[in-house]
């Protein structure tokens, strides 16, 4: 994004806008200038509707809604354009307010409408609808059109995860654009002719790439809807919550969709420092893992049966520091090594590095996972917040396997479940060289292989469940918002580090517990 208001570029022009002068680069259009500055159609901002304009995608000029009034210097009077193509220059006059600016805009929503039918009440994009915004605005009160609406094709299967509704198109060609300049497939097309244009994919082809989700979130009307989201919610119930995606070291910004107490969805929230406005399909869909039913909601602990049973979180602790306390006083910090995890945010690997420090115990590594990457935004590596568990001094998990596999350790601390999911560079372990360990103590959001050789485990929260920083591959620090509030017994990885320094008698802890 371009700088504050007012600030001044080298090579900048100035043009006034509804009487207020700003300073722009020369090489841009209107609308690309106003979103540099922040200001289009935002409060106190310039509002110029237009709905086949996008951001991230070169410029289509067919909706024709952006019209505004200009006059560059030398012009005896103003012209329409279209803002999304008119290049600035020093001295432009624009208006966006005149009379015939607004017959113009009338104009066009009447061309849109004649086809379009009316069914709100029933469509999945009311509520966050732009058709249904401008035709407030800018619209008339009654259609002139005495022939029938257009006939078209309704929930029309494009793909695995998206539908469309042919009627309800208004041809922008965002998503047509958007498979061909972003993901470089070009599945989708604009088939016929004049009233019988329609979107289609092309013959043989299905809209099957790993961003396809994407056109959903930007159709402004409601002709591309996701399968994930189709009829699930209305928009008007959601909470919408500032978070990021945890699916790969990216960091994806999303606007997490939040009714009855669940996540209900996941959609990109536009952030050219980070993904730009798009996000991943298995990305999006990873707020399903909030609420899967293999989520941990209660601290286990391995009974005389050796049968992992739920306890209260005060015996968890205890226990705990019964099996440590030993170990340390008996065997020294050396027999015992800490796993961090990419998952936790800052501030518990931050507090599990204090913790291990305090304990006098240096044997510590990062399990990370790996996986498939891609030149758009997917990482290889699949947690969000690696390169701040390395911050904090987590680094190579390999010289930590050396020693668990030459017998030197007794106990392991792990944070995650990435311990047996392996990575490119340290294979996976397997469960079985952990069952010789006097002590493995788990903190995660889930059932994983661990269970098979843990002592004890404790239920942490979701990124979307607590408040805390993330730092992305690219070193930008990001603080989410908590969307959900979790169960009951899961608590951050820093609370049960605490209660357990308390209960180890370690200087420093229970004078900061988290709730």
Same mark, same amino acid.
């Given at each position: 994004?371009?700088?504050?208001?007012?600030?001044?570029?080298?090579?900048?022009?100035?043009?006034?806008?509804?009487?207020?002068?700003?300073?722009?680069?020369?090489?841009?259009?209107?609308?690309?200038?106003?979103?540099?500055?922040?200001?289009?159609?935002?409060?106190?901002?310039?509002?110029?509707?237009?709905?086949?304009?996008?951001?991230?995608?070169?410029?289509?000029?067919?909706?024709?809604?952006?019209?505004?009034?200009?006059?560059?210097?030398?012009?005896?009077?103003?012209?329409?354009?279209?803002?999304?193509?008119?290049?600035?220059?020093?001295?432009?006059?624009?208006?966006?307010?005149?009379?015939?600016?607004?017959?113009?805009?009338?104009?066009?929503?009447?061309?849109?409408?004649?086809?379009?039918?009316?069914?709100?009440?029933?469509?999945?994009?009311?509520?966050?609808?732009?058709?249904?915004?401008?035709?407030?605005?800018?619209?008339?009160?009654?259609?002139?059109?005495?022939?029938?609406?257009?006939? %078209? +094709?309704?929930?029309?299967?494009?793909?695995?995860? /998206?539908? #469309? &509704?042919?009627?309800?198109?208004?041809?922008? @060609? $965002?998503?047509?654009?958007?498979?061909?300049?972003?993901?470089?497939?070009?599945?989708?097309?604009?088939?016929?002719?004049?009233?019988?244009?329609?979107?289609?994919?092309?013959?043989?082809?299905?809209?099957?790439?790993?961003?396809?989700?994407?056109?959903?979130?930007?159709?402004?009307?409601?002709?591309?809807?996701?399968?994930?989201?189709?009829?699930?919610?209305?928009?008007?119930?959601?909470?919408?919550?500032?978070?990021?995606?945890?699916?790969?070291?990216?960091?994806?910004?999303?606007?997490?969709?939040?009714?009855?107490?669940?996540?209900?969805?996941?959609?990109?929230?536009?952030?050219?420092?980070?993904?730009?406005?798009?996000?991943?399909?298995?990305?999006?869909?990873?707020?399903?893992?909030?609420?899967?039913?293999?989520?941990?909601?209660?601290?286990? %602990? +391995?009974?005389?049966?050796?049968?992992?049973?739920? /306890?209260? #979180? &005060?015996?968890?602790?205890?226990?705990?520091? @019964? $099996?440590?306390?030993?170990?340390?006083?008996?065997?020294?910090?050396?027999?015992?090594?800490?796993?961090?995890?990419?998952?936790?945010?800052?501030?518990?690997?931050?507090?599990?590095?204090?913790?291990?420090?305090?304990?006098?115990?240096?044997?510590?590594?990062?399990?990370?996972?790996?996986?498939?990457?891609?030149?758009?935004?997917?990482?290889?590596?699949?947690?969000?917040?690696?390169?701040?568990?390395?911050?904090?001094?987590?680094?190579?998990?390999?010289?930590?396997?050396?020693?668990?596999?030459?017998?030197?350790?007794?106990?392991?601390?792990?944070?995650?479940?990435?311990?047996?999911?392996?990575?490119?560079?340290?294979?996976?372990?397997?469960?079985?060289?952990?069952?010789?360990?006097?002590?493995?103590?788990?903190?995660?959001?889930?059932?994983?292989?661990?269970?098979?050789?843990?002592?004890?485990?404790?239920? /942490?929260?979701?990124?979307?469940?607590?408040?805390?920083?993330?730092?992305?591959?690219?070193?930008?620090?990001?603080?989410?918002?908590?969307?959900?509030?979790?169960?009951?017994?899961?608590?951050?990885?820093?609370?049960?580090?605490?209660?357990?320094?308390?209960?180890?008698?370690?200087?420093?802890?229970?004078?900061?517990?988290?709730?």
């Amino acid at each position: 994004m371009a700088g504050p208001v007012g600030e001044a570029e080298a090579g900048s022009v100035r043009i006034r806008v509804d009487g207020v002068e700003y300073p722009v680069r020369e090489d841009l259009t209107l609308l690309q200038a106003l979103d540099g500055l922040g200001l289009l159609n935002v409060p106190e901002g310039v509002e110029i509707p237009h709905y086949c304009w996008h951001p991230h995608l070169a410029i289509d000029g067919s909706c024709r809604l952006c019209q505004v009034e200009l006059t560059r210097p030398g012009d005896e009077q103003a012209r329409l354009a279209i803002a999304c193509d008119a290049k600035v220059c020093e001295g432009l006059v624009v208006d966006t307010k005149s009379e015939a600016v607004a017959r113009a805009r009338e104009g066009v929503m009447e061309l849109l409408l004649a086809n379009h039918p009316l069914d709100c009440p029933i469509c999945d994009q009311a509520g966050e609808c732009r058709l249904q915004d401008h035709a407030f605005d800018y619209g008339v009160a009654a259609s002139r059109m005495r022939e029938p609406r257009r006939a %078209a +094709r309704k929930r029309v299967d494009l793909g695995p995860t /998206v539908a #469309l &509704d042919q009627e309800r198109c208004i041809l922008c @060609r $965002r998503c047509v654009r958007f498979c061909r300049e972003v993901t470089g497939t070009g599945e989708l097309g604009v088939v016929e002719r004049g009233d019988r244009s329609a979107i289609e994919t092309f013959p043989g082809q299905a809209l099957d790439n790993p961003y396809s989700m994407n056109v959903a979130d930007i159709c402004p009307v409601g002709a591309l809807t996701t399968k994930d989201f189709r009829f699930k919610a209305r928009v008007w119930s959601l909470d919408e919550v500032d978070g990021i995606c945890t699916a790969c070291a990216r960091g994806c910004n999303v606007s997490i969709g939040v009714a009855r107490g669940r996540v209900q969805r996941y959609v990109a929230r536009r952030n050219d420092a980070v993904n730009g406005s798009w996000i991943c399909d298995e990305g999006r869909l990873s707020y399903q893992q909030i609420d899967a039913p293999d989520r941990l909601s209660s601290c286990l %602990a +391995r009974d005389e049966t050796g049968e992992l049973c739920p /306890v209260s #979180l &005060d015996e968890a602790v205890r226990e705990a520091a @019964r $099996r440590l306390r030993p170990l340390l006083d008996e065997r020294g910090p050396g027999v015992v090594a800490g796993v961090a995890s990419g998952h936790a945010s800052n501030e518990d690997v931050r507090a599990f590095k204090t913790f291990l420090d305090v304990l006098d115990v240096d044997t510590i590594g990062l399990a990370l996972r790996e996986g498939a990457a891609d030149e758009l935004l997917v990482s290889a590596e699949k947690a969000a917040n690696a390169a701040g568990a390395r911050a904090v001094g987590f680094g190579p998990i390999e010289g930590l396997l050396e020693r668990l596999r030459g017998g030197g350790l007794d106990a392991l601390l792990v944070l995650g479940h990435d311990l047996l999911e392996g990575d490119v560079e340290s294979p996976a372990l397997d469960a079985a060289e952990l069952e010789g360990l006097d002590t493995v103590i788990v903190f995660d959001t889930h059932r994983s292989p661990l269970e098979r050789v843990a002592h004890l485990v404790f239920p /942490v929260r979701h990124a979307a469940e607590k408040e805390g920083s993330y730092t992305n591959l690219d070193g930008v620090v990001q603080r989410p918002s908590r969307a959900v509030r979790p169960a009951p017994g899961v608590r951050d990885e820093r609370d049960f580090l605490d209660r357990i320094g308390v209960a180890l008698g370690l200087a420093g802890y229970g004078m900061d517990r988290t709730a």
